[in-house]
């Protein structure tokens, strides 16, 4: 099994009171997990958020100052919104990304949930306009395989069209070359570098119900859960490998290119890690409430009444990882008998804990956890 790290800015603050000690922070951790043997540490994407200094606004370059502070640890974006990015920066920029970090990377991918951040960057990117989001989200990514895939490339689409029209180039050095020109007019656009990894770095999407579960399928994108129970996860996990299994004409194990986040806590009890936990862990929770909608916090079949709070005492048994780390084994465990899970992203660090508790939570899970499944320590 393999074990990641996961973290958000804002949770990854401590008693940081600006970016550059809050940055410091997350160096400090990154590195301690790379010590630690995690295989990756994942960066979350945030703007305008409540937190004071807690945004991230472009996880592709502080990978690149984490890339340069390692040498193992693979660094990923979880995610990067990509209806907020124009796709051509997006793919220049996680290019750029892989070569620093020589083929380190992962690459994750969103659609953004929340209503204030989205239409800052592009009238489409509302996930209130269910459409509209979903169609450019799926345009940003074409564009950025096309120009991962080809040497030359055009695109023409309801939120894009590449080469502008009437782009011209003429330099007396460059005669017209008809690999990407028709005369002066330019017909295809190059854009360098290449990925260090070939074709191009894994490719991921954050998902949390059906409907996005098909999507990453249908791309080819592999999967990334966060909140539903082992049930719900299992039942999309089945989704996921019987639509990839149609598409490309062989068998997806269940499981296979699927990944689950979990917020975890490790503690010497489960009093413990609620005392110092409780708070910042729930933070994230509230904030998602209703944004996602409860249903994804259910098993099949079930349905929540309405006065069914999303409480500690409600979300601790479904789809946390808190406590002891033989109650915190026990729930992997689960998870790996009812999903066949191979990939578990381990978000260790929440808003309000003192940095010396984060990294005391990073090293108790690689420590006294992560042996158990790994076979290492």
Same mark, same amino acid.
């Given at each position: 099994?393999?074990?990641a790290?996961?973290?958000?800015?804002?949770?990854?603050?401590?008693?940081?009171t600006?970016?550059?000690?809050?940055?410091?922070n997350?160096?400090?951790?990154? =590195?301690?997990?790379?010590?630690l043997g995690?295989?990756?540490?994942?960066?979350?994407e945030?703007h305008?958020?409540?937190?004071g200094?807690?945004d991230?606004?472009?996880?592709?370059?502080l990978?690149?100052?984490? %890339?340069?502070?390692?040498s193992?640890?693979?660094?990923?974006q979880?995610a990067?919104?990509?209806?907020w990015?124009h796709?051509?920066?997006?793919?220049?920029?996680?290019a750029?990304?892989?070569?620093?970090a020589?083929?380190?990377?992962?690459?994750?991918?969103g659609r953004?949930?929340w209503?204030?951040e989205?239409?800052q960057?592009?009238?489409n990117a509302?996930?209130r306009?269910?459409?509209e989001n979903r169609?450019?989200?799926r345009?940003?990514i074409?564009?950025? #395989?096309?120009?991962?895939?080809?040497?030359?490339?055009?695109?023409?689409?309801?939120?894009?069209?590449?080469?502008a029209?009437?782009?011209?180039?003429?330099h007396?050095? /460059?005669p017209?070359?008809? %690999?990407?020109?028709?005369?002066?007019?330019?017909?295809r656009?190059?854009?360098?570098?290449?990925?260090?990894q070939?074709? /191009?770095?894994?490719l991921?999407?954050? =998902?949390s119900t059906?409907?996005?579960?098909?999507?990453?399928?249908?791309?080819?994108? +592999?999967?990334?859960?966060?909140?539903?129970?082992p049930? #719900?996860i299992?039942? $999309?996990?089945?989704l996921?490998?019987?639509?990839r299994?149609k598409?490309e004409? $062989?068998?997806?194990?269940?499981g296979?290119?699927q990944?689950?986040?979990?917020?975890?806590?490790?503690?010497?009890s489960?009093?413990? %890690?609620r005392?110092?936990?409780?708070?910042?862990?729930m933070s994230?929770?509230?904030f998602?409430?209703p944004?996602?909608?409860?249903q994804?916090?259910?098993?099949?079949?079930e349905?929540?009444?309405?006065?069914v709070?999303?409480?500690?005492?409600?979300l601790?048994?479904?789809?946390?990882l808190?406590?002891?780390?033989?109650h915190?084994?026990?729930?992997i465990?689960?998870?790996?008998e009812?999903c066949?899970?191979?990939?578990?992203?381990?978000e260790?660090? /929440?808003?309000?804990?003192?940095?010396? +508790?984060?990294?005391r939570?990073?090293e108790?899970? %690689?420590t006294?956890v992560m042996?158990?499944?790994?076979?290492?320590?």
């Amino acid at each position: 099994m393999r074990f990641a790290a996961f973290t958000t800015v804002a949770a990854s603050a401590g008693e940081a009171t600006n970016a550059a000690e809050m940055l410091d922070n997350i160096r400090q951790q990154t =590195v301690l997990a790379e010590e630690l043997g995690f295989e990756a540490m994942w960066l979350g994407e945030h703007h305008f958020g409540p937190y004071g200094i807690g945004d991230l606004p472009n996880p592709i370059l502080l990978g690149a100052d984490l %890339a340069a502070r390692t040498s193992r640890i693979r660094i990923g974006q979880m995610a990067n919104i990509a209806p907020w990015w124009h796709p051509i920066r997006l793919a220049e920029d996680l290019a750029m990304l892989d070569n620093m970090a020589k083929g380190r990377v992962e690459v994750g991918f969103g659609r953004g949930i929340w209503p204030y951040e989205g239409p800052q960057f592009h009238a489409n990117a509302d996930p209130r306009k269910d459409a509209e989001n979903r169609e450019l989200f799926r345009e940003t990514i074409e564009i950025v #395989r096309k120009i991962w895939s080809d040497e030359y490339f055009s695109h023409r689409g309801d939120n894009y069209s590449f080469p502008a029209e009437d782009t011209v180039f003429s330099h007396p050095s /460059h005669p017209p070359n008809p %690999a990407w020109q028709d005369g002066e007019r330019v017909t295809r656009l190059r854009v360098t570098p290449r990925p260090y990894q070939q074709p /191009h770095p894994p490719l991921w999407m954050t =998902v949390s119900t059906d409907r996005s579960v098909a999507t990453a399928a249908e791309l080819g994108l +592999k999967a990334c859960y966060w909140q539903p129970p082992p049930l #719900r996860i299992r039942e $999309r996990m089945e989704l996921y490998a019987e639509t990839r299994s149609k598409l490309e004409g $062989r068998p997806f194990a269940l499981g296979e290119d699927q990944a689950v986040m979990r917020s975890t806590y490790v503690a010497s009890s489960m009093e413990e %890690a609620r005392r110092d936990a409780e708070a910042g862990i729930m933070s994230a929770f509230i904030f998602n409430d209703p944004f996602r909608g409860r249903q994804v916090f259910t098993n099949p079949g079930e349905a929540l009444d309405d006065d069914v709070r999303l409480d500690w005492d409600f979300l601790e048994p479904r789809t946390l990882l808190v406590g002891s780390p033989d109650h915190v084994a026990e729930k992997i465990q689960e998870l790996q008998e009812v999903c066949s899970l191979d990939c578990l992203l381990v978000e260790f660090a /929440h808003m309000g804990i003192p940095q010396r +508790k984060m990294l005391r939570n990073l090293e108790r899970f %690689a420590t006294q956890v992560m042996p158990r499944f790994t076979g290492i320590g």
